[in-house]
């Protein structure tokens, strides 16, 4: 997978998630983090789709358990449209199975529902890399 040399300026991040609150929340903690960033939010894998076709798109955070295409599948269709695409799978059911599963696919990053606090770790990571 091609690597990115770090995110300068703002940090545009995707978050897919069937729930508001979930989203909101994601929002809430990166819009608080201290990085510039614009926050995207997508209730399904084909608006989160549409979406990074639409915009350049830095970071995805893709829930799992959604209705429809689930979160592995997303990640997997924006990572073979968007190689360079930081991909971080959410699951409120994270475990050493999903993960093994999303790391071929491009996911570099796993977080349980309740770690979404963990996001601002991943954007000073991108911002190192």
Same mark, same amino acid.
């Given at each position: 997978?091609?690597? &990115?040399?770090?995110? &300068?300026?703002?940090?545009?991040? @995707?978050?897919?998630?069937?729930?508001?609150?979930?989203? +909101?929340? +994601?929002?809430?903690?990166?819009?608080?983090?201290?990085? =510039?960033?614009?926050?995207?939010? #997508?209730?399904?894998?084909?608006?989160?789709? #549409?979406?990074?076709?639409?915009?350049?798109?830095?970071?995805?955070?893709?829930?799992?358990?959604?209705?429809?295409?689930?979160?592995? &599948?997303?990640?997997?269709?924006?990572?073979?449209?968007?190689?360079?695409?930081?991909?971080? @799978?959410?699951?409120?059911?994270?475990?050493?199975? @999903?993960?093994?599963?999303?790391?071929? =696919?491009?996911?570099?990053?796993?977080?349980?529902?309740?770690?979404?606090?963990?996001?601002?770790?991943? @954007?000073?990571?991108?911002?190192? +890399?």
């Amino acid at each position: 997978m091609e690597q &990115s040399a770090g995110i &300068s300026g703002e940090i545009v991040v @995707l978050v897919v998630d069937d729930e508001a609150d979930v989203r +909101a929340l +994601a929002r809430v903690v990166l819009e608080l983090s201290g990085h =510039l960033v614009r926050v995207i939010e #997508a209730a399904d894998g084909p608006a989160a789709l #549409a979406a990074a076709e639409r915009e350049h798109v830095d970071v995805a955070v893709v829930d799992q358990m959604m209705p429809g295409q689930d979160g592995l &599948s997303v990640a997997a269709a924006l990572v073979a449209r968007h190689p360079a695409m930081t991909i971080a @799978l959410c699951s409120a059911a994270m475990d050493g199975h @999903l993960a093994s599963q999303a790391e071929p =696919l491009g996911v570099r990053w796993f977080l349980a529902k309740h770690e979404l606090v963990r996001l601002p770790d991943l @954007l000073d990571e991108l911002r190192q +890399a």
